[in-house]
């Protein structure tokens, strides 16, 4: 399912954005949907993940408290909320899509990828 995350932007430390993931083609409900991040120099990571129907979602421990992730399904859309944001943040924001039901964290457990998003946080 082809994604498209957009909404990324340049903000200050203890700002907020909202990342979307858009999807097109089949039913966006049919999917697990998680966000990953990569800042320079280092490895991609996971930052929250939601079930199909929005009623399960966990979160990496660095991000929990601040992030939200949700869903639109009949937008076919899924949202990262973030809020306090911290320099620490700075990173490309993925988001990725795999089918069943478990909410895995790792980024060879998904399928599908958008092309990314940027996301700068200044101190």
């Known amino acids: 399912v082809p994604l498209q995350a957009y909404g990324g932007g340049l903000v200050q430390a203890g700002g907020y954005l909202r990342l979307s993931c858009a999807a097109s083609?089949?039913?966006?409900?049919?999917?697990?949907v998680a966000w990953f991040r990569q800042a320079p120099g280092k490895e991609r990571e996971f930052v929250a993940a939601?079930?199909?129907?929005?009623?399960?979602?966990n979160y990496a421990d660095s991000v929990k408290g601040r992030f939200t992730i949700s869903r639109d399904n009949a937008k076919n859309t899924v949202y990262l909320q973030m809020n306090s944001l911290e320099p620490e943040d700075t990173a490309v924001y993925y988001c990725?899509?795999?089918?069943?039901?478990?909410?895995?964290?790792?980024?060879?457990?998904?399928?599908?990828w958008g092309q990314g998003t940027q996301v700068t946080v200044s101190s």
């Open positions: 990725a899509a795999r089918g069943g039901t478990f909410l895995y964290t790792g980024e060879r457990d998904y399928d599908y």
């Open positions: 083609g089949r039913p966006f409900s049919n999917y697990v």
């Open positions: 939601i079930s199909r129907g929005g009623g399960s979602s």
